[in-house]
Nanobody, 124 residues
Framework: QVQLVESGGGLVQAGGSLRLSCVAS????????MAWFRQAPGKEREFVAD????????LYAEPVKGRFTISRDNTKNTIYLQMDTLKPEDTAVYYC?????????????????WGQGTQVTVSS
């Protein structure tokens, strides 16, 4: 069993930055990777970024490439999402997720555990 808790969301002006954190607890030794997803009003939950535990390899969705950075701190079982040059289109609830297997990293069906979400609002 793995529990995930996100933090760091808030209100920011376009062009600004935010840093999200997600702390994993429980049976974290079973994790193969962790990721961030987001869901805007009226839209499906979409993949943002994933990081593999074994080597730290990352994968980003095209809309956030060059602006967002996912990172991990293995000693703290924590991942981060540094969001720079934020746009109003980034407004969404951001969810932390963990997977116990490898596979299609940008598919939400690969993830076994989910956090409660944290709201990010970008004003224009």
């Amino acid at each position: 069993q793995v529990q995930l808790v996100e933090s760091g969301g808030g209100l920011v002006q376009a062009g600004g930055s935010l840093r999200l954190s997600c702390v994993a607890s429980g049976r974290t030794v079973s994790m193969s990777g962790m990721a961030w997803f987001r869901q805007a009003p009226g839209k499906e939950r979409e993949f943002v970024a994933d990081i593999r535990w074994s080597d730290g390899a990352t994968l980003y969705a095209e809309p956030v490439k060059g602006r967002f950075t996912i990172s991990r701190d293995n000693t703290k079982n924590t991942i981060y999402l540094q969001m720079d040059t934020l746009k109003p289109e980034d407004t969404a609830v951001y969810y932390c997720a963990a997977r116990t297997s490898g596979g299609i990293r940008n598919s939400r069906t690969m993830y076994n555990y989910w956090g409660q979400g944290t709201q990010v609002t970008v004003s224009s």
